[in-house]
């Protein structure tokens, strides 16, 4: 507990090092290489930064470490960087890939040598407000708006993340087939869905269903009080209610 220090002459923290040592209030990571998968999980550092030494050149996974405010990567780091956003990149090639993330709030811009989010979820963008993908990124569509969104071969055209802090009304877009962990996605005002859309309805309080308006897939912050659930309805997305 406290403040940690990684010895001197300690090149590798092994897998799942400090997991689960909740009572972490710093971490020095002095001048690691290596840092294996899930070392930092369920750690709260209450919203210090976190550097990067410029000795790191591995990470075996994603930066998980709990409550980060900023990741700042030390000067001379041949493989990763960061920037003012809280987003913290592994260069592969001409591109790069998220694989830690700060506290995100405001706009984000997601820049067009990005290929991946990697590990940035719903609970990650709930104080964000607006995305920005610039012009000539080949993974997400360009543009702003209040979601990130993509073509999988798999799923066809999916919305990755909404931001939870937008203030109006998310109009869901008539070629939208699947909306990633909608259950947990945070949403101020609701929803609306584009006509000719056929996997997703929205109802006049913003709360997002099924076409067939059987499976309740979100409920927007604004429906308070009684909640009674409509006629029809089967069953629902899970952490459908978790948000409320």
Same mark, same amino acid.
């Given at each position: ?18 997991? =689960? ?14 840092? =294996? ?9 209450? +919203? ?53 993330? +700060? ?9 067009? %040598? ?10 990650? #963008?709930?104080? #964000? ?76 309080? =913003?709360?997002?269903?099924?076409? %067939? ?11 308070? =009080? ?5 006629? +029809? ?12």
């Amino acid at each position: 507990e406290g403040d940690v220090r990684v010895p001197d002459g300690t090149v590798r923290i092994a897998d799942w090092a400090f997991c =689960g040592c909740s009572k972490v209030t710093d971490i020095d990571l002095n001048r690691v290489e290596y840092i =294996g998968q899930r070392v930092f999980d369920y750690t709260d550092l209450g +919203g210090k930064d976190v550097v990067l030494p410029s000795s790191l050149t591995k990470l075996d996974g994603y930066l998980e470490i709990g409550n980060v405010h900023r990741y700042i990567v030390e000067e001379g780091n041949e493989v990763l960087s960061c920037d003012d956003q809280g987003l913290v990149y592994e260069r592969n090639g001409n591109e790069r890939v998220v694989v830690g993330i +700060g506290s995100l709030e405001g706009t984000i811009t997601i820049a067009a %040598d990005v290929i991946s989010l990697g590990m940035v979820g719903t609970n990650d #963008v709930r104080d #964000v407000d607006l995305f920005v993908v610039e012009d000539g990124n080949t993974k997400y569509r360009p543009g702003e708006g209040p979601y990130v969104q993509y073509y999988s071969k798999y799923q066809g055209e999916c919305i990755l993340l909404v931001a939870g802090a937008y203030d109006g009304i998310i109009t869901i877009p008539a070629e939208i087939q699947y909306i990633h962990n909608m259950g947990s996605v945070h949403v101020r005002q609701g929803f609306a869905v584009e006509e000719g859309n056929e996997n997703y309805a929205a109802d006049e309080n =913003g709360i997002l269903y099924s076409y %067939d308006m059987k499976v309740i897939h979100n409920i927007p912050q604004t429906v308070t =009080g009684d909640l009674s659930v409509r006629e +029809g309805v089967t069953s629902a997305t899970d952490g459908v209610f978790g948000n409320l």
